[in-house]
């Protein structure tokens, strides 16, 4: 093992990162293009915001699901109805109800990420969601790029702060084997039309961020596709490594199916004992779980324990019948977070984070 890998989840590690990535955010999105966007009481109370959130083991950031359903078919996503059926049936989530939940949050988070089961882009008051929140929070979200185009543009360049695009190959056929549904020119020229309109606004927000999933039919394709998107402007390319959710499906699918999608590189691999007889198995996580300070609230106003907990296993309430502050404060949600951190529950052994 090379001191890299001995380090990386050292404290060393921890402060390297804050220099490297999270200071420099600070200071130029956070603060400056925030200022540079108009939204002054936002950027000059980060600081002390993320300081009181550190000091009190309050959430940094809060996840709340817009959309349960998605417009295509990737083979290895938990999106019902196609994999996962035991989930919720509240397709959007209600405008009252995300209004009551971001008031209840109020002094608590710094950060809303606007994404979870669904393509958030497909809810119908999407800008109207956005602008309740935009000069309070930060905001990310995650698009596949498919319904970009009139007020949903507007509301991506002027209103998201950090913006996430999954776009997984730099050829045709890599990218629709896994994007089923989507097309890879038309994909292609909605992202380059969101980052013209960024440049055009001339803010610098939102940070853009290619998400590249590697998989064996595109893991050869990924030095091409970050040339291309940087080349282009975004401001990051992220290599993820796939996972094939084998303990969320529902359907007839099972490990022999779908282990053709895992590349032959190690260092981009979530699984170990890969072969073409033998069976293969999540490799182990050592490190304290952070996820779970990123609670997830879903449509139908159930808090997950984090976002790999689909199904909502791990049972802490709803938020409609206790309000968030009081719930995070209680002595079984802290026994919760304490015992993920620990990755004690079964569904910490099967995520791959």
Sequence with gaps: MNIRNRLKNTFIADIYRFFRYSLNDIIVNRVYRTVKRGHYKKAISYPFK???TKISGKPKTVVIDLVSVCNIRCPMCSVPPDIASDFTNKKHIDLELFKEIIDGLDGYVTDLSLVYSGEPLLHPQFADIVDYVKDKYYILTISNGTV????RLATLCNGVDY???SFDGHSKESYEKYRVGAKFEEVRKNINTVIK????IGTGLPVITITYLVNSYNESEVEDSRKYWIGKGVNNFFEKAINLNLHRRSDDKD???LKHWLPSDKEINLYDNISESGDIKLKKQLKPCEIVKSPVIRGDGEILMCCHDLNNSVKIGN????GFKEKWESESYVKIRKNGSKRKYPICQVCGK
């Design 148 to 151: 970009i185009k009139g007020k």
């Design 197 to 200: 309109e960024k440049k055009k």
């Design 163 to 165: 913006l996430q695009f």
């Design 319 to 322: 938020i409609q019948n206790i």
């Design 50 to 52: 993320l300081i009181y």
């Design 255 to 257: 490990e022999e199916d």
